[in-house]
């Protein structure tokens, strides 16, 4: 079955660039979307078709594509970001939701 | 604003049938411009999806479940629900409705989940 790859854990101090990256063979071709999750919270949608930002969601989130990786960036990261993320796209057989494992980022 | 509830049993005993259904308020299921879709997340592992449903009565499931899963709509309550059978205790989880932008263009591809529900735990458990 189709995989998508993130780094377990991310760790940045306040004010910093937090880099969380997807990586997928399909990505080249499907858009890509991105989740917040806080502890005992449902998921947010922070990015959608790569780098479209939801109104609401602060302009420090951003999203870019090259290749089979995606990115999500956070800049002049906050405490209030420490979260889970996750990256979600479709395989290319028809599966639209396939989620990447998520990445836990700390905020230092 | 769009708001999705889930509800149903916190307790389902091993290989018997899980029964959640997700209420909309603020909104439609008869809407064609959405997906209504559910998603779980086992404790302490992330995200897995497990289906959608077009208020046409359409569906498509993960191939993981597909053989134990049925979504359906019901436009006359505005709710659409999950059955999951045959469970065991890898199926324990929260469990989340969420409703989905889409288009299946090949040339502009896209389905996201733009508004979750809260989520509901289901323990599957003698």
């Known amino acids: 079955s189709y995989e998508l790859t993130q780094p377990p854990s991310v760790s940045v101090s306040p004010g910093q660039t937090a880099r969380i990256t997807c990586s997928g063979d399909a990505l080249p071709k499907q858009y890509a979307y991105w989740y917040q999750q806080k502890p005992g919270q449902a998921p947010v949608l922070v990015i959608y078709k790569d780098s479209e930002r939801p109104s609401g969601i602060p302009e420090r989130f951003s999203g870019s594509s090259s290749g089979t990786t995606v990115t999500l960036t956070i800049s002049g990261v906050q405490a209030e970001d420490e979260a889970d993320y996750y990256c979600?796209?479709?395989?290319?057989?028809?599966?639209?939701?396939?989620f990447g494992g998520g990445t836990k980022l700390t905020v230092l | 604003q769009v708001q999705l509830q889930e509800s149903g049993p916190g307790l389902v005993k091993p290989s018997e049938t899980l029964s959640l259904t997700c209420t909309v308020s603020?909104?439609?299921?008869?809407?064609?411009?959405?997906?209504w879709s559910w998603i779980r997340q086992p404790p302490g592992k992330g995200l897995e999806w497990i289906g959608y449903?077009?208020?046409?009565?359409?569906?498509n499931y993960n191939p993981s479940l597909k053989s134990r899963v049925t979504i359906s709509v019901d436009t006359s309550k505005n709710q659409f629900s999950l059955k999951l059978s045959s469970v065991t205790a890898a199926d324990t989880a929260v469990y989340y409705c969420a409703r989905a932008r889409y288009n299946w263009n090949p040339r502009d591809y896209y389905y996201y989940m733009d508004v979750w529900g809260k989520g509901t735990t289901v323990t599957v458990s003698s």
């Open positions: 603020g909104g439609s299921v008869s809407s064609g411009s959405y997906y």
């Open positions: 449903i077009y208020y046409s009565g359409s569906t």
């Open positions: 979600q796209s479709a395989d290319s057989s028809g599966t639209p939701g396939v």
